[in-house]
Structure formats: C-alpha cells, structure tokens
C-alpha cells in the first residue's frame, strides 16, 4: 500500500475527489475542475476614495500549482510503517476527507506587502491640509484630507487570510467608515474664494468696443454643506 503510485480512496481537494488517480491522472482532473482559474482568482477589501487591496490566490500561496497539488495527495496518509498505511486506506474507503488546507502555503509576508502598499498609495494621493479645492468645467471638487484616518491593516490581513483559507475569493468586508476624521468643510469660505459674479458684454460708443464678459461661479451654500458635512 506504502509504494503504491495511486492516491489513497476518499482523498479530495477543495471537494474534488482524487481517490485511486495516479498524479498524472490527479492533475487532468484538477485541470477539468478548473484549478488554474481558481488560481487567478483574487481576495479584494475595499478602502477609501475607491482604492481597494488585491490578493491573488496563486501568488499568495492559497492556490498552488496542481502538479503540487496531485503530488501532496498522492503521498498523504502513506506511513513510515504497513499497518499505519493500512489503516488510513481503510479509513478513506469509509470516510472522506478533503486536504485542501493541509496543500496550502500562504505567504504571509505577500499578504501584508500588498496590504501596505495599497493604503500607502491611498494616503498619497490625499492633500496634506484639511482638504483640497479644485474648479474645472463649473464643477467643484473637494478632496478631503487622511489626516486622522487610521487604517487597521492588521484587521484587513486578517479578514482576507480567512477568506483565502475558505476559497471566499470575492472583496472581504473592512468598515473604515467609523475611522474616517471628521473634518468640516468651510463651505461659505470656499464658496467666497471662487464666487464670481456674471459679468456681460457691453458695448462702449465712446470707443467703439465691447467690455469682456465672463462666466459666473456660484453655488447653492447650504444645500452644498448638506451634501458634504452630512
């Protein structure tokens, strides 16, 4: 039973069944249950500005290679000893078992790299004052500044070690909303650096020219502090 090539009866991984394949045959069947697909699937969390982490299964070490895969199954429950091997193969012709979290090797230190850079290169891109004013095209765009937002990246690398030890790869739930700083926007003073008041052509007879017009700037003050303040 110890020297033979074929995997033990009731051996699976990630609910496909390899019992009594060879690992040739193990890998075919891997490959038909889409196992390299899997491997490109990713873990995500969201975080602030739309920014998000990614984590993908493969590299991670949650999805190894099926040729790994095959040959881990093909040696598990083949004791050192006859009546060890024994009994485990008699066990699998009864019961089941699925080995999926004894094939995994995930790189924590791949985790947390991807974690770190994905909120370093969101605190980035936020101003250093409270917030940021821009007018283009008519529309006025506030960027509110991190100062004050803490991100827990230990609670992220745990929330998405769990769902790549359960195959859960879809965006994992982090709630940064509570964390983000409160910082209240001056509204009226924004609104009195950029108003600008319309300003129409007007004809000059004395010198026979028109007076520049120009756009106005102006927005509704309180319904624009609802809108950002609340």
Do not use: C
Not at 59 to 78: D, F, M, V
């Amino acid at each position: 039973i110890r020297q033979s090539d074929r995997i033990f009866p009731g051996i699976s991984v990630a609910d496909i069944d390899l019992g009594g394949k060879t690992v040739e045959e193990a890998v075919s069947v891997l490959d038909e249950n889409g196992w390299a697909a899997m491997g490109e699937k990713n873990v995500t969390a969201a975080l602030p500005a739309g920014y998000k982490v990614t984590v993908n299964a493969a590299q991670s070490g949650a999805i190894r290679p099926a040729e790994e895969i095959a040959k881990l199954a093909e040696t598990y429950g083949k004791k050192t000893s006859f009546f060890g091997s024994l009994a485990e193969y008699l066990h699998g012709m009864t019961f089941s078992k699925d080995i999926f979290s004894e094939t995994q090797k995930i790189d924590e230190d791949y985790v947390k790299t991807q974690i770190s850079e994905a909120v370093e290169e969101m605190y980035s891109s936020f101003p250093e004052k409270p917030y940021d004013v821009s007018l283009e095209n008519r529309e006025v765009t506030i960027i509110r500044s991190a100062q004050g937002l803490t991100i827990d990246q230990k609670e992220i690398q745990d929330e998405v070690m769990d769902a790549l030890k359960q195959r859960n790869f879809t965006q994992v739930q982090y709630d940064f909303s509570s964390e983000i700083p409160e910082n209240t926007v001056d509204i009226q003073g924004i609104h009195d650096s950029i108003y600008r008041e319309v300003k129409n052509a007007v004809y000059d007879p004395s010198t026979g020219a028109a007076t520049q017009s120009s756009s106005g700037v102006d927005f509704n003050v309180e319904e624009a502090t609802k809108l950002v303040n609340n």
